[in-house]
């Protein structure tokens, strides 16, 4: 297999097949301009030919020098681009008749490197990330997650800040309030000289100062003497950061911040007074924009907070404390120290005897009892204890149940929040459990109840009872779809026939029709329930059902038991051996009514046995009675429609007989 070549070597191949490109087309024309008798017009055309080939020669050979030097393409580009300058030098030649040697520049493109050049060419590319880093983290202080973190910000910033109607001197009450220097006192704003010192200051502006509070940007604190403190809340710390990230979102006076707080809440039926109070509120920032920001954390953060915590937990664990001195074990003969884990164990022969490392990261522990996460051991944390401070634990926060993730949500300057993912609950597709937590030891405490409720069972050996009752139920793999459909989907029953809807976790809106007699079997022996919904019928797991596919999944994971090949002949239950009553037939469960049902054809009326003609009667009041002969007809139970006929409506002689619609 060829590697890509060096940008380098795309670069010279390209020049070099532009000027053979170019060599060939002054051949052609010097073809044309040597010949004297005759038509030249063949000539003209090769020499053409031969001149646009060149052209494409020396364009491609420029993008290859190009995309060489441009960070932003692809490595394959300049290779893309000299190979399409050697195929333009190749028809050059070929068109002005002339040997094409432009094609043996093909070999140095699809040259196999040695395992050696390999090597080195990964190892440069390596290093020149390295280097790439390195400068960015000296210019900015952050690694490369919090810089695309910081980028995302300014983006941000960028749409929120126009919105917030905020002039400078707005960001200088909350820089002002950032300090803590900033507090209320009869009804005046100040910036105190001291922190503490709550008295005289420099006076800042009341209306801009009661619009941030109004706006939930600022809070109070009481303090002595009726002395109010203002501090920033998360949404004021959060807005303050922004507007510092974006400062051109903000409008240079007072005047412009409110032309375009009332152009953003004008109304036409709003009364103009209220136009006028609504401009002059600050629009708010949203719980929603709050959680979204999350602050870049530098780098010298980061090693900050990693030493706090490593010594807070070291201490909280029973281990080394500054200031206490720590006895260390006595050295006995035939004993060695483990380099990595600080472990004294016996050795034989000078060689250290296998033991279980209590240090994460120790490749070159000679010790076996390493996990594939590296945590550590518990059992053996006092004897790690004992080997002194320099075997000093980092925690690596609560364990979660194999399936279940840690979901960083979008973070506050106080707080870091977290949501918990299942990967067991979808079929291998990671599912957000509901709930948020500040803490994520509770967010650990609350994966593992769900593992407990949701899977734990799963992996439990079957008892006896529970085999026999799984081959008591021989469902095929139709049959379990079915369950799952019922479950994991919509299974309803229309005019048409069954259908799941949106069966398809990873596409949308995929329906799917399921046989009628599958739907109609499994619901006959129990393992499906009909629920009566507005625009149909919904099929849901009987309790029977989800106990009969939650072993069946059980039984076929153990290998106890796998799907049949046909669908199995289910036995109905006693109540459910008359049928299930279709849609498609008209066909009604007990208790349901139809939703259209047309009127039972009238029946003629017998003619009167005596000759004297029946008295005749209005229409209006025919018409009225047969009215209400089909309302009662409609709303009466099902057992009295199907009992009693139709009245028929007495014929009148002059309109014939009368028609109920």
């Not at 080394?320 to 720590?326: A, F, K, L, S």
Request: proline residues 7%; aromatic residues 6%.
């Amino acid at each position: 297999m060829s590697s890509t070549p060096s940008p380098q070597t795309c670069v010279r191949v390209a020049r070099e097949a532009a000027v053979l490109a170019a060599a060939a087309a002054d051949e052609a024309l010097a073809a044309v301009c040597r010949k004297r008798r005759g038509s030249t017009e063949r000539l003209e055309e090769i020499a053409g030919a031969a001149y646009r080939e060149q052209v494409e020669a020396e364009r491609w050979a420029r993008f290859a020098e190009e995309w060489a030097v441009d960070p932003d393409m692809p490595d394959i580009a300049a290779e893309r681009a000299a190979r399409h300058a050697v195929d333009h030098a190749v028809r050059a030649q070929t068109a002005a008749g002339s040997e094409a040697t432009a094609a043996a520049f093909m070999v140095d493109l699809e040259r196999r490197l040695t395992p050696e050049e390999r090597a080195e060419r990964e190892s440069g590319r390596r290093r020149e990330e390295a280097e790439c880093e390195a400068a960015e983290r000296a210019a900015t202080g952050l690694d490369s997650d919090n810089r695309h973190l910081a980028r995302m910000n300014r983006f941000y910033a960028e749409d929120v800040v126009p919105r917030l109607g905020w002039t400078a001197g707005h960001v200088r009450v909350l820089e002002t309030a950032e300090t803590g220097r900033l507090y209320g006192r009869d009804g005046q704003a100040r910036q105190a000289a001291e922190y503490g010192v709550w008295s005289g200051g420099r006076r800042v502006s009341r209306e801009r100062t009661q619009a941030l509070g109004d706006s939930g940007f600022l809070a109070a604190v009481a303090e002595a003497d009726g002395v109010q403190r203002l501090v920033l809340t998360p949404a004021g710390q959060v807005a303050l950061e922004l507007a510092r990230l974006y400062p051109a979102g903000l409008y240079e006076s007072d005047k412009g911040a409110y032309e375009a707080r009332y152009a953003r809440v004008a109304k036409r039926h709003r009364r103009m007074d209220d136009k006028k109070a609504a401009a002059r509120r600050l629009p708010a920032l949203r719980g929603s924009m709050v959680r979204l920001y999350q602050r870049p954390v530098t780098l010298a953060e980061q090693e900050a907070r990693a030493a706090r915590e490593a010594a807070e937990q070291w201490e909280d664990e029973g281990g080394y404390c500054p200031g206490v001195e720590t006895p260390a074990p006595a050295v006995e003969e035939g004993t060695g120290q483990c380099p990595c884990c600080g472990l004294r164990k016996a050795t034989a022969a000078g060689v250290l005897a296998p033991h279980k490392a209590t240090r994460t990261a120790a490749d070159d522990c000679p010790g076996s009892g390493l996990s594939p996460g590296g945590e550590p051991r518990v059992e053996d944390a006092p004897a790690a204890a004992a080997a002194g401070p320099a075997a000093t634990p980092v925690r690596a926060g609560p364990s979660l149940p194999p399936g279940m993730y840690f979901l960083p949500l979008p973070s506050t300057l106080y707080r870091e929040w977290w949501a918990i993912q299942c990967g067991r609950c979808q079929g291998g597709v990671r599912t957000t459990l509901s709930g948020e937590w500040a803490d994520k030891y509770e967010a650990a405490q609350v994966a593992r109840e769900h593992f407990e409720d949701a899977h734990q069972p799963l992996d439990d050996a079957l008892t006896a009872e529970e085999i026999a009752e799984v081959k008591r139920w021989p469902l095929s793999d139709a049959q379990r779809t079915v369950l799952h459909w019922a479950e994991h989907a919509e299974l309803a029953e229309y005019e048409d026939g069954f259908w799941a809807l949106d069966c398809v976790p990873d596409r949308w809106d995929v329906n799917k029709r399921v046989a009628r007699g599958r739907v109609t079997g499994l619901w006959a022996a129990g393992l499906l329930n009909v629920h009566l919904t507005s625009y149909g019928r919904r099929l849901v797991k009987s309790p029977t059902g989800r106990r009969v596919a939650r072993l069946a999944w059980r039984a076929e994971r153990q290998g106890i038991a796998q799907a049949a090949a046909k669908d199995a002949r289910l036995t109905p239950l006693p109540k459910r051996s008359s049928g299930y009553p279709l849609l498609s037939e008209g066909r009604c469960f007990k208790g349901e009514q139809r939703r259209e049902e047309g009127p039972a054809p009238a029946e003629t009326a017998p003619a009167p046995a005596a000759a004297e003609p029946a008295p005749v009667k209005p229409l209006t009041a025919v018409a009225a009675r047969a009215d209400q002969s089909l309302l009662r007809r409609l709303f009466a139970p099902r057992s009295v429609r199907e009992r009693e006929p139709v009245p028929a409506a007495a014929p009148s002689p002059t309109s014939g007989p009368a028609t109920l619609w």
